[in-house]
């Protein structure tokens, strides 16, 4: 598996992901009609041109999922049990049809489950940002990991 295990990750290690995914106006669309959101700001061009933005603008709930896959096969794939929630979800700058997201991820917490002996929980720290190098979304992650198999070597 490509994630990393709990004694992997460290308190401060930083990971900048190589990966990047332009946001399309299919993806946004698509997206906005598989969850039932008929936000005119995403969807509908003439409202949209009268607002601050000036044009339709990616559903937030699309800028995260994308900032959080983003970060899967470097930290994640395999590797987790479960993420055990979000906090802090900010989005201090609006996604366009055609930007880039790119991520950067932090690791602030990490301790050993007090119930099972083989994972343990890490609060990870993602900021996204756009092509520009403008920060379009922030998120704290809290993941139970898994441990190493303990015969394994590292």
Known sequence: MTGKYYEELEVGMTFKHSLGRTITETDNTLFNAMTMNTQPL???????????FGQRIVNGILTLAVV?????????????????????????????????IY?????????ESRS?????IVKIQHSGKNQS??????????????????????
């Open 42 to 52: 995403h969807l509908n061009e003439d409202f949209s041109q009268r607002t601050q």
């Open 68 to 100: 959080i896959g983003i970060t899967v096969n470097d930290l994640t794939a395999g590797t987790i049990i479960a993420n055990l929630g979000y906090e802090k979800v900010e989005h201090p700058k609006p996604v366009f049809h055609g930007d880039t």
């Open 103 to 111: 991520v950067e991820s932090k690791i602030i917490e990490k301790r």
């Open 116 to 120: 099972k002996s083989d994972r343990g």
């Open 133 to 154: 190098g403008e920060v379009v979304c922030t998120i704290e992650r809290t993941a139970l990991f898994l441990k190493r198999d303990p015969g394994a070597k590292l």
